[in-house]
T-cell receptor
Framework: AQSVTQPDIHITVSEGASLELRCNYS??????LFWYVQSPGQGLQLLLK??????LVQGIKGFEAEFKRSQSSFNLRKPSVHWSDAAEYFC?????????????FGKGTKLSVKP | DAGVIQSPRHEVTEMGQEVTLRCKPI?????LFWYRQTMMRGLELLIY????????DSGMPEDRFSAKMPNASFSTLKIQPSEPRDSAVYFC?????????????FGEGSRLTVL
């Protein structure tokens, strides 16, 4: 079945430490891939997206993500986490050839940042 | 641009009452989405419009839910009668077909509590 999976429900990292949030998808053809962030009490905001081309994509707020076809993964990374990065992060996909109406979100990973 | 504007931000009502949630989309964005977010089910797409026309309402949970988009500047999501299980945060989101598939702009949400 087609799906997007975020295996980690909750992650805690220390401020200044590196971060990697995992995302795996299960689709026949490579979908369009996205990471969104939701700060407490706010709506979701797009961090970055991958359609094709360079497998390492840069986003806002110092985040990057790497697409690995062999692993069906699109993990989000940040070299040094700031306290303001505490939020919930959602991986999302649009199946290849789909449109905005086909956007499917993962269950999210909540990030806590220790001082 | 003011972004997606939702009202009310918070609504507390009693079971059986009618609830109307409102959304003012970003000017020029031709897609409008209504999502529901709960702890148990995560983000669920309820319905989406393209150029004010409902395209897919398969996510609307039951006939108690209805959504309208009478013009490009306004949309409503109505629940009548409301039930406690409708308690959730409801998000309106927009995208523009020329901005790339899957890039959604979210409002801050309407938190609904049905007692």
């Amino acid at each position: 079945a087609q799906s997007v999976t975020q295996p980690d429900i909750h992650i805690t990292v220390s401020e200044g430490a590196s971060l990697e949030l995992r995302c795996n998808y299960s689709y026949g053809a490579t979908p369009y891939l996205f990471w969104y962030v939701q700060s407490p009490g706010q709506g979701l905001q797009l961090l970055l997206k991958y359609f094709s081309g360079d497998t390492l994509v840069q986003g806002i707020k110092g985040f990057e993500a790497e697409f690995k076809r062999s692993q069906s993964s699109f993990n989000l990374r940040k070299p040094s986490v700031h306290w303001s990065d505490a939020a919930e992060y959602f991986c999302a996909v649009v199946p290849y050839g789909g449109s905005q109406g086909n956007l499917i979100f993962g269950k999210g990973t909540k990030l806590s940042v220790k001082p | 641009d003011a972004g997606v504007i939702q009202s009310p931000r918070h609504e507390v009502t009693e079971m059986g009452q009618e609830v109307t949630l409102r959304c003012k989309p970003i000017s020029g964005h031709d897609y409008l989405f209504w999502y529901r977010q709960t702890m148990m089910r995560g983000l669920e797409l309820l319905i989406y419009f393209n150029n004010n026309v409902p395209i897919d309402d398969s996510g609307m949970p039951e006939d108690r839910f209805s959504a309208k988009m009478p013009n490009a500047s306004f949309s409503t999501l109505k629940i009548q009668p409301s039930e406690p299980r409708d308690s959730a945060v409801y998000f309106c989101a927009n995208s523009a077909s020329d901005r790339g598939t899957g890039e959604l702009f979210f409002g801050e949400g309407s938190r609904l509590t049905v007692l």
